[in-house]
Every structure is written in structure tokens, then in C-alpha cells.
T-cell receptor
Framework: DSGVTQTPKHLITATGQRVTLRCSPR?????VYWYQQSLDQGLQFLIQ???????AKGNILERFSAQQFPDLHSELNLSSLELGDSALYFC???????????FGQGTRLTVV | GQQLNQSPQSMFIQEGEDVSMNCTSS?????WLWYKQDPGEGPVLLIA?????ELTSNGRLTAQFGITRKDSFLNISASIPSDVGIYFC??????????FGTGTLLAVQP
């Protein structure tokens, strides 16, 4: 158990819909990262938050957004969903100071 | 999105054999990481490398940070069935973002 909790574990939704994925980082970790894993693109960095502020942005679509709340949990919002958004979405957290991130178990999103 | 070249793509070996895999990049990295991912789980960090030429071991696993800073290698000695999984390299450069490799699927026959 990495200590990073993601909910839900599985999500099935229709095209055009909007979903929210939730992540609780390890206790004390200030950084949260979101990654997307698909068969054709592999593991891709989406976005990083540090203590509530956006720190870095990767290949995140404009239809996707994220935020980190004062209690440090984070949410990834995916809207106007397309079939190609079906993927595993991972959250990872780190404490900063050069420590590497621990990954959660992921949310498997299926868009039908 | 960008991915690092990782080879081989898959390996099917007998228990007890040694395994080698590598990762190459067109960019220079300051950090190389190796992860293992089991089905239905997130990647788990195995080894972290922070200096060119660095050789680091974690049990039966040994990884090296290439001198050119554009490659890294992972060796697994005396493989066992629980080594089965997908191994990913990841590199971090000046942008401070992690870029992952394409993955190596390892299957171990008891």
C-alpha cells in the first residue's frame, strides 16, 4: 500500500459526460501529480500541484482540469468525454525535497 | 506524448535466468528511475539514480545511469516468478517532468 488513495477504482460513463476523479495523497505530502496511462500513449504526465498551486503542466487537454484543496486532496475533472479518453488515471504524491513520488492504484475510466 | 525508447518490449524467460533491459533518450536527464507495475496496480519505484555513471542495487536488481546521461540499464539476477510484471524506466531533465519509457513486459516460467 503506497498510502495514496484514489477513488473510484472503476468508472464507466458515456461520451459527452463529465467525471471527477479524486486523490488523497500520502500523509504530509504536498505535491500531487496526475498521469494518464493508455495502450497507445503509455504513461503521460498531465499536471502537478504543490500545496494548492499548479506547479507544472504536461500533456493535459483543455477539456481536463485539476485542483488541489486546502486539505491537500486533489481532483481531476474530465469533461466532454470522448472514447479516446478511456484510460487508467494515476495520482502520485511526494513530499518534495527531492523525494520521489508514490503512485496510487489508479482509476480505470471507460468511456462508451 | 513523449515516451522513452525501452527495450526489449517483452521477455519470456525461465526462473533463475538473469534479465537485462535498457532505456534510451534523445535528451539528457538528471534523474533516471525504474518502476515495476503489476496488473491493476500503480507503478512502484524500484531504483532511483541521480548521477551519471551511478550503479545502484536493490536486492537482485541493479541499475545504472549511463555516462552520456541519455540511457539507463536495469538488470535482474536469478529471476523468480514474482518478478513478473511490466518494468518502466523514467527520466527527468531540465523541465523537471518525468517522462516514462514504453515498458518491458517480463514473464517468468517456473
Amino acid at each position: 500500500d503506497s498510502g495514496v488513495t484514489q477513488t473510484p477504482k472503476h468508472l464507466i460513463t458515456a461520451t459527452g459526460q463529465r467525471v471527477t476523479l479524486r486523490c488523497s495523497p500520502r500523509s504530509g505530502d504536498l505535491s500531487v501529480y496526475w498521469y494518464q496511462q493508455s495502450l497507445d500513449q503509455g504513461l503521460q504526465f498531465l499536471i502537478q500541484y504543490y500545496n494548492g498551486e499548479e506547479r507544472a503542466k504536461g500533456n493535459i487537454l483543455e477539456r481536463f482540469s485539476a485542483q488541489q484543496f486546502p486539505d491537500l486532496h486533489s481532483e481531476l475533472n474530465l469533461s466532454s468525454l470522448e472514447l479516446g479518453d478511456s484510460a487508467l488515471y494515476f495520482c502520485a504524491s511526494s513530499g518534495g525535497g527531492g523525494t520521489e513520488a508514490f503512485f496510487g492504484q489508479g482509476t480505470r475510466l471507460t468511456v462508451v | 506524448g513523449q515516451q522513452l525508447n525501452q527495450s526489449p518490449q517483452s521477455m519470456f524467460i525461465q526462473e533463475g535466468e538473469d534479465v537485462s533491459m535498457n532505456c534510451t533518450s534523445s535528451s539528457i536527464f538528471n534523474t533516471w528511475l525504474w518502476y515495476k507495475q503489476d496488473p491493476g496496480e500503480g507503478p512502484v519505484l524500484l531504483i532511483a539514480l541521480y548521477k551519471a555513471g551511478e550503479l545502484t542495487s536493490n536486492g537482485r536488481l541493479t541499475a545504472q545511469f549511463g555516462i552520456t546521461r541519455k540511457d539507463s540499464f536495469l538488470n535482474i539476477s536469478a529471476s523468480i516468478p514474482s518478478d513478473v510484471g511490466i518494468y518502466f524506466c523514467a527520466g527527468r531533465g531540465a523541465t523537471n517532468k518525468l517522462i516514462f519509457g514504453t515498458g518491458t513486459l517480463l514473464a517468468v516460467q517456473p
